[in-house]
DNA sequence: CCCCTTTATCGTAAAAATACGATGATAAAC
DNA sequence: GTTTATCATCGTATTTTTACGATAAAGGGG
């Protein structure tokens, strides 16, 4: 008995769909400017960000979200604030990725 | 008189902008494997990616059009086809953008 | 000229992303 | 215990993306 695919699979291997996953997060003018925001401030609560960026609290923890699902960046709880940073370990192996893409 | 702004500026550079924009092509499974192929198959037709993916034709013409609208790849008449190729200097560009992202 | 091949575009339906106010949850301050 | 501060999540409206069939456009082949 074969193991049933999906009917539609792009054909990618887990390294490719974790990438994939990075660049959508990172395809959003907001996320961009978080990334940028907590290059230059490593270690800056929720409500920084929420400052910087023209959006409501909600939408800012909803794009915090998605980096967060994509494994960018870490948000640790710190008494009733939530402190966040870039994870360096997948920041790093995304370059790397993007260094190999394309027949680098 | 001062230059009217966007209600809702995201205050990235345009180069940070032009990354998002390619991050934003490349935050797709089908767009990731059109590029992948493209990159062990250089000089290759419409019909040729059709192939290789799970999708419409149509389907894939217009992701071939958010790669082009990206910069990303060029596509050129060739007869009744079109050959496709990435963009090298988009490409090295790009990956030299992500090398110095986040303080690298 | 009439087909055939190849591809882009159009129109549109369905799905996903985006944004916000309202609400809840948790910890600190008083 | 009450209040305040901070943040995530819920519900939802709007917009955008995705996907497909149908159609058009354009270059050979007969």
Not at 58 to 77: E, F, M, N, P, Y
Request: glycine share 6%.
């Amino acid at each position: 008995m074969e193991t049933q695919q999906p009917v539609k699979s792009y054909d990618l291997s887990a390294a490719e769909e974790r990438l994939t996953q990075m660049m959508k997060a990172l395809g959003h003018p907001a996320r961009m400017q978080i990334v940028r925001y907590l290059s230059a401030n490593p270690q800056c609560i929720t409500g920084d960000i929420v400052d910087v960026l023209p959006l409501a609290q909600a939408t800012v923890s909803q794009h915090l979200k998605v980096l967060r699902d994509a494994g960018l960046i870490c948000g640790t709880v710190e008494g009733t604030a939530t402190c966040y940073c870039l994870d360096i370990d997948a920041v790093a192996w995304f370059r790397e990725q993007v260094s190999s893409l394309f027949g680098g």
